[in-house]
């Protein structure tokens, strides 16, 4: 059991890794070839970014969410980007979502693109008010040219910046993380033990919410197709979370990775009130 667990998780891990390496290396790249024209575009209003951070975030799996952990990684789009997208991405259960559901899911994608954009204005509202320290962009020194030499980018950005600093500290998360995920979900039967009181079931789809996998959360996906679980539970669970999304701000930056945390969960748990009360 253990050495599947082990190759699984390593696979699994491994491939997530090439896509964030693959979307690290188009936004280093992108933010030196291009810095001011993305900057001007992407980040001129911050309107601008919780609307397009929302948008991606609802389009189904969790490489959306990376580009945008990357942007913000970069200093290129705020915390309140960032919150919105998380709040707007259901990872990789969107696929199993369109699958048994399809109606249902598009009313979702929906509905969290909306409080995706809301939750994006509320978190860098209470952000300011705070005044709370976030990420602070990555340091490496971007060089002003016009032409930039493939082989200098391909040297100290991809190898030295990229490979050697990100990728080991992001390898070293992922992996251990979801294998402590995947070793305790073979000894719990999550459905088994779920409350039958609605109120306690939406504080748990928060709760479950906070792992950073893709798996956990299937079961409230399930539960619903039954008819176990109202849609405010099955909502409550998508917003809170992000699928892989959030993983690579994790081996970056473990205190953003709890803010934006906090502030999601706590919204879900907010929007969750709000049906339970008015019968949904």
């Not at 490489?63 to 290129?76: E, K, N, R, T, W």
């Not at 369109?98 to 409080?115: D, E, K, N, Q, R």
């Not at 399930?222 to 405010?232: A, D, K, N, Q, R």
């Amino acid at each position: 059991m253990i050495p599947e667990i082990l190759s699984g998780t390593l696979i699994e891990t491994l491939k997530i890794l090439l896509i964030v390496l693959a979307l690290m290396v188009l936004i280093e790249y992108l933010e030196l070839r291009f810095k001011d024209k993305i900057r001007e575009k992407i980040t001129k209003k911050p309107s601008n970014q919780y609307i397009i951070s929302s948008f991606l975030g609802a389009v189904p799996g969790c490489v959306d969410a990376f580009f945008i952990v990357s942007l913000y990684v970069h200093g290129m789009v705020g915390f309140g980007a960032l919150a919105a997208v998380m709040i707007a991405t259901a990872g990789d259960e969107a696929f199993v979502m369109l699958a048994m559901m399809p109606g249902t899911a598009l009313s979702i994608f929906a509905i969290c693109l909306v409080l995706g954009i809301i939750a994006g204005f509320l978190a860098d509202g209470i952000a300011r008010k705070v005044k709370l320290k976030t990420c602070q962009p990555c340091e490496i020194e971007i060089h002003e040219v016009e032409r930039l030499d493939l082989k200098h980018f391909f040297r100290e950005h991809v190898y030295d910046h990229i490979v050697k600093i990100h990728m080991p500290r992001l390898f070293l998360w992922l992996f251990f993380t979801m294998l402590a995920i995947n070793i305790l979900m073979t000894k719990f039967d999550l459905g088994g033990i779920l409350p039958q009181n609605k109120l306690l079931l939406i504080l748990l789809a928060a709760l479950v919410g906070i792992i950073p996998e893709s798996g956990p959360h299937l079961i409230f996906l399930l539960l619903f197709v039954e008819g176990l679980i109202p849609f405010s539970v099955l909502l409550v669970n998508s917003i809170v979370q992000d699928g892989h999304g959030l993983l690579p701000l994790l081996s970056y930056s473990v205190r953003d990775t709890f803010y934006v945390k906090i502030f999601n969960v706590a919204f879900g748990l907010v929007i969750g009130l709000i049906l339970f009360f008015i019968g949904v």
